[in-house]
């Protein structure tokens, strides 16, 4: 069973979202990261671009595959992971402590899961 | 969907079940594709390619036959030996690409890809030549493949060394492997030593278990069809409905040592031959930038489309991204630069040597 964090909020496309003051931080989730497989490659935005809420902003490549990341906010990207260009793999082994992108000036954010209806979620979606 | 006799077994094991070819097949285990692969490049690795369709050509007119519906020439081929071959429409396009074990000058015994197994029949069917008995033996045949550099020492454990095949691309029809029979070649599609084994059905859980067993104090895990797809990739072998299709001849994808033109006869040596040579060829690429490659990606030079990737991905082993691609003879020179378009953004590339890897 993927692990869910109480503490975060989640996208019904895999996302985890925590909020900092006026700071959202956004990775992706342990269920999203074992049904990628081995992650390979991930293409961040860079810092300064503006993000979408519902639209792609990254994608992540596993061997096997490509996926796109989605933003659950409009905003502009305070920063991004680096550490990820080099460790892909970060992201498989701790997909919690691997975030993707910092997103800053957020004027719009998708409807949220908590952690409970996210569970209920990815039980649905491994039915 | 159609299942494997071993498809039970995929899912204690754990692995992720897809829809492969009219089969629910295990694309990997929980141990992932990448230890997969390196297992198979290390170690050893079990696959079940059960969904593999075979058939049985005997009778006097078997060779002529097979010489007829395949462009390699089979002609002098030994007993107990294993050919390459492809198939060919009267346009010279390939309609499967396939292997020939002899068994005798007027018994043929041929594995073709699962996802033609139909087409393949029909055509194989509407083509004999007289005197020709045609069998398919697809839905009560099992195989699996034991691949890597353990693989012999593991077999061994199971069977009387001397009875096993000796040299690649030979086989031998009736061993014993722990009590069952047998078909026993030294082929396989990872680029590495090892064994394909073909069996009745009814007995392939059972050697599946043996070899998991055997296999254990040698590191051997159960493979999925995404380690086999990158260890083929690897080994740039090629993969029916990636570098080959009905549009493209072999000529064109690469496979010129598997078409004999010299031969009198085949279906499709006239189109080959008025088609002259080919202008497009298959190459290697590796990405020299950061990205992974995929299958349909166009390749350019500045402006001008070269031609376009048929198959890609991140290298386990060689740990880079790497693909096959059908490219215009003028830009396909080894150490060529290009750029593949993937989504929209440039990723800077290199024509490079095939395979990508051998093993020593």
Redesign the interface.
Request: charged share 30%; aromatic share 6%; net charge positive.
């Given at each position: 069973m993927a692990e869910v964090k109480e503490e975060l909020e989640y996208t019904k496309s895999h996302e985890w979202i925590e909020k900092n003051g006026d700071i959202y931080t956004i990775g992706l989730t342990d269920f999203a990261q074992d049904s990628l497989g081995d992650i390979v490659f991930v293409n961040l935005p860079e810092e300064g671009d503006d993000v979408t809420a519902g639209e792609p902003f990254a994608d992540i490549e596993s061997v096997k595959a490509v996926s796109d990341v989605f933003s659950p906010v409009t905003g502009i990207v305070a920063a991004v992971n680096e550490e990820l260009a080099d460790s892909p793999e970060l992201v498989n082994e701790d997909p919690y402590g691997s975030w993707l992108i910092k997103v800053e000036e957020v004027s719009d954010i998708e409807e949220l899961l908590d952690a409970k209806a996210y569970e209920e979620h990815c039980a649905n979606e491994e039915a | 969907m159609k299942k494997t006799p071993l498809y039970d077994i995929h899912v204690k094991e754990g692995g992720k079940i897809v829809p492969f070819a009219g089969y629910l097949l295990p694309?990997?285990y929980p141990t992932?594709?990448?230890t997969e692969?390196e297992a198979v490049r290390t170690h050893c690795g079990l696959f079940d390619v059960s969904h593999m369709g075979e058939v049985r050509f005997s009778g006097p007119g078997a060779l002529a036959t097979i010489n007829h519906l395949i462009t390699n020439d089979y002609s002098k081929m030994k007993i107990g030996k294993c050919r390459y071959g492809i198939m060919c429409n009267e346009q010279g396009g390939c309609i499967d690409d396939l292997i020939v074990y002899k068994f005798a000058d007027d018994d043929y015994f041929v594995v073709i890809n699962a996802d033609n197994h139909d087409k393949d029949i029909a055509h194989m069917q509407a083509n004999l030549l007289p005197n020709t008995q045609f069998e398919d033996l697809s839905s009560s045949t099992a195989q699996l493949a034991l691949q890597g550099p353990l693989a012999q020492t593991i077999i061994e454990k199971l069977t009387d060394p001397q009875t096993l095949p000796q040299g690649y691309y030979s086989f031998c029809p009736h061993v014993l492997v722990g009590g069952i029979e047998c078909l026993v070649s030294s082929t396989g599609y990872t680029g590495e030593k090892g064994f394909e084994l073909y069996c009745a059905n009814e007995h392939v859980t059972k050697l599946w278990q043996l070899f998991r067993e055997a296999g254990t104090e040698e590191g051997l895990i159960p493979c999925g069809l995404?380690a086999r797809d990158?260890l083929r990739l690897e080994a740039a072998m090629p993969l029916y409905g990636h570098e080959m299709d009905e549009q493209t001849t072999p000529l064109e994808a690469g496979l010129s040592f598997g078409v004999k033109l010299n031969k009198d006869e085949f279906i499709g040596r006239t189109a080959l031959l008025s088609k002259g040579n080919p202008r497009v060829t298959r190459v290697g690429l590796v990405a020299t930038g950061?990205?992974?490659l995929?299958e349909h990606q166009n390749l350019y030079i500045a402006d001008e489309l070269i031609g376009h990737t048929t198959s890609g991905?991140?290298a386990?082993h060689l740990k880079q991204?790497i693909a096959m691609a059908k490219v215009d003879i003028a830009h396909a020179a080894v150490g060529t630069k290009a750029e593949a378009d993937v989504?929209g953004?440039r990723l800077a590339v290199r024509i490079v040597e095939l395979p990508f890897y051998r093993h020593d």
């Open positions: - | 694309v990997q992932g594709i990448r692969h995404g990158t950061r990205g992974i995929r991905t991140f386990p991204s989504r953004r």
